[in-house]
């Protein structure tokens, strides 16, 4: 554990011993008159904490957010008490039903003056409680340290999770007995403390694999949380096993891995990968909510598939299937045990025939795709983008996507050749302008990485004030804008299923390059397919930040793999 000296502290100093304490080497937030003491200490205090002022307290917990995905390391973000306590809450909420560790500190006004209508006066514990894993507001600063350990005790341990704590002014003041700021180093990274499996579910689910025929495996994003990326590979590769994943998922196996299958579900799914999820026998879902997206809403698999369903949260299991065997247990752990229990077993030989099946359904999908991606046609096809994309970016490189345009085709066609995090989405919330500022937050935690935020227009109208924090720290990410004037998932779903009704989705197109390049980042603007590979290369090559405004077909009129907009 981590001891401080024997002097008084005050609150707001007492905050800032006890990140130091626990880990915490970057904080992404907005300054407001609440949070003055906080920042003083801040300043005076030696404490090797870099501040990250952002433009916006969503954007300052989109960044905590994917620096956390990154980094394994709890994301802390703070801004002011009333309009930053509300504008902070979409990255608050994203992170908790992500499983993502992070802890948002709000500033409010003092104890003594609530109910005396303050400016900025609100109800944050009510705010925050259905959101949150743990929240709470220091109404005594005695209770200061204890409430800052529990939060980040919280947000790492079990199932991962946002933790919120408001933070008064005169609570920032008050004295803190020093002997109390104290940490449990161990709280600073997630997943904490992880949980092993029961030996005996484990046994039942060697033995439920083993009985099956066509057992397909389904990951979410745990796997790569949990760091199971080798575990599973040694499964699926002892038993030729078909695996699956969700968007989420992305990364649990490298992507070229012959047992891979890829992303299925209505969003990055294609029929040929449907098809193998439909002649399953067994699922195992590994760490995966088995959610509407995933499970094209129930029905893939179909009710009545024999289920295994690993998952460290109990409450997701059985919850949208009858399950025939339940580990609750990490998803690193529970995989490594699965593999000990086939040794113990004496399993050799067994072979599904995994790797056949991904290769005959990969080449009808990515068949398909090579004659998109192989357009000349105007508008240019998200498919060239995606294919350009595979061939300059180099392997290490990490996508975080908006859940609009870009997701889709980077779901279904862009390809990693090598497990763990290399592409991140928002797929809780699905919030528009999460891709920038995450983006911004994944820089940070992995500076040697090439990071690319990939967006539609719509998401740049939120998040564009982002981009002067990213030139005042040079982040050299490469920011791709699929530039079509539409809200284009709405206006596809109105295509589809309300008859080209179109109402109020469409707007003027902007200079994305230009708006980009006032703020000092390095951009382009290409309408010609032939003019797309050497642009995304020299962008890429850049040493800072830069911006290539693609002038895209729309999704309306596009061949996206979404499955309700195939009829």
Known sequence: MTQSGSNALTGAEAMVRLLQAHGVKHIFGLCGDTTLPFYDALYRLDHGIQHILTRDERSAAYMADGYARVTNRVGVCEGPSGGGATYILPGVVEANESSVALLAITSDVSVNSLGRYPLTELDQTSLYRPLTKYNGVIDTAGRLPNMVRAAFRAATTGRPGAAHLGFPFDVQKAPVEADDVWAQPDFGAFPAWPAGPDPRAVEDAASAILAAKRPVVVCGGGVVLAGGEAALAALAERLNMVVATTVSGQGSLADDHPNHLGVVGSNGGVPATRAVMDEADLVVFVSCRAGSVTTERWRSPAAGTKIVHIDSDPMVISANYATDVAVVADARLALEALNRALDEMGVEGVDFGGAEKVAAAKGVKFAAFAE?????????????????????????????????????????????????????????????????????????????????????????????GEFETITRLNLPVTFLVFSNSVFGWIKAGQKSGYDKRYFSVDFNRTDHAAVAAAFGVKSWRVEDPA????????????????LVDIVSQPLQDARAPVSEWVA
Do not use: W
């Not at 390809?415 to 592409?423: N, Y």
């Not at 003019?531 to 830069?546: Q, S, W």
């Open 372 to 464: 998109l991606a192989g357009s000349d046609e105007r508008p240019i096809r998200p498919e060239r983008i995606i294919a350009d994309l595979n061939a300059v970016l180099p392997p290490e490189a990490i996508i975080v996507a908006d859940p609009g345009t870009p997701c889709p085709y980077f779901s279904a066609f862009y390809r990693v050749p090598r497990a763990g995090r290399h592409f991140i989405t928002n797929r809780a919330h699905g919030a528009l302008g999460y891709s920038m500022a995450a983006a911004a937050g994944v820089q940070v935690g992995r500076p040697d990485a090439k990071v690319i935020s990939a967006m539609g227009d719509g998401s740049f109208g939120f998040t564009v």
């Open 531 to 546: 003019d797309l590979k050497h642009t995304l290369a020299a962008a890429v090559e850049h040493p800072g930040p830069t």
